[in-house]
């Protein structure tokens, strides 16, 4: 009797219903303004320094290369974002020699861009995204963007959500010429105004190409799983992850220094 009372107040099993995640087709825009060019704080081999663009570089074919053991299903396209976004490589693909082909054309301007409009990439997206859903496919874009002065414009209505965007910003440190918190902000109302599942923004003023690498390793993540950016509590530091000591433990290791 007591364990069919308990039966009840539990309420039936919990079950999760099957659910296919769609292929992705991820469109990756790089900014190669002349800000793309900055050297990151620690260099190459034999002191070769390492600029953004070359970390930026590196941190595309990892994406990459992970993202097809996942799911090699999964393509690829590239564009470039000078005053307005251009194509780099059109055809989507899941070949990785195609991916590096793009990537190692890339190449950043001499002298900086007066402006940074994203209607254009907007628009390339909405039009892939039909594409991509007729197949059955999933659109994303990532955003590089490297400029801490300037802030980019679009004019997209607020109704048109049919990709997810993704952005990644790098940037000097705030000062007299340049001001990153309110290209930031813009980045982040940008992302809002199209994302049709929740998109995830990053920056990093750092200059470290391993925070650049470890952010978009966050990335892989897929659209349709993820929890909202502000829930996320990866990467965990170790005083996090490590358990609290508890009184005992410590008497114990106190005694055991004594005995010692």
């Known amino acids: 009797m007591e364990a069919g009372s308990q039966a009840e107040r ?16 991820i469109l990756f825009c790089i900014d190669i303004d002349a800000e793309s060019s900055v050297e990151m704080k620690v ?21 990459v290369n992970s993202k097809l053991t996942m799911n090699s299903d999964h393509r690829f396209a590239f564009a470039v974002l000078g005053q307005s976004v251009s194509w780099l490589r059109k055809d989507f693909s899941n070949e990785v020699g195609a991916a590096m082909g793009a990537v190692q054309s890339l190449t950043a301007a001499a002298s900086s861009y007066g402006s940074a409009d994203l209607t254009q990439l907007f628009r390339i997206a909405t039009q892939e995204a039909k594409n991509s ?33 993704d952005v990644l910003y790098l940037h000097d440190k705030p000062g007299p010429e340049n001001c990153p918190q309110k290209v930031y902000d813009v980045l982040v109302d940008a992302l809002e105004h199209v994302s049709e599942y929740e998109g995830y ?51 114990e290791e106190s005694i055991s220094s004594t005995i010692q």
């Open 201 to 251: 923004i990053f920056e990093s003023g750092q200059g470290l190409s391993r925070v650049l690498f470890r952010q978009i390793c966050i990335l892989l993540s897929h659209p349709q799983q993820r929890c909202a950016q502000d829930d996320l509590d990866i990467p965990k530091s170790l005083e996090k992850r490590l358990p609290p000591a508890t009184d005992a433990a410590i008497a």
């Open 133 to 165: 859903r007729a197949q059955g496919r999933l659109l994303r874009v990532i955003l590089i963007y490297c400029r801490s002065s300037i802030l980019p414009q679009h004019q997209w209505p607020v109704n048109q959500k049919v990709f997810t965007l």
């Open 10 to 25: 539990s309420g039936p099993p919990y079950s999760l219903p099957p659910f296919r995640l769609q292929s992705e087709d």
């Open 43 to 63: 260099s190459g081999v034999k002191g070769r320094p390492i600029t953004r663009l070359d970390s930026i570089r590196q941190s595309l074919l990892l994406f």
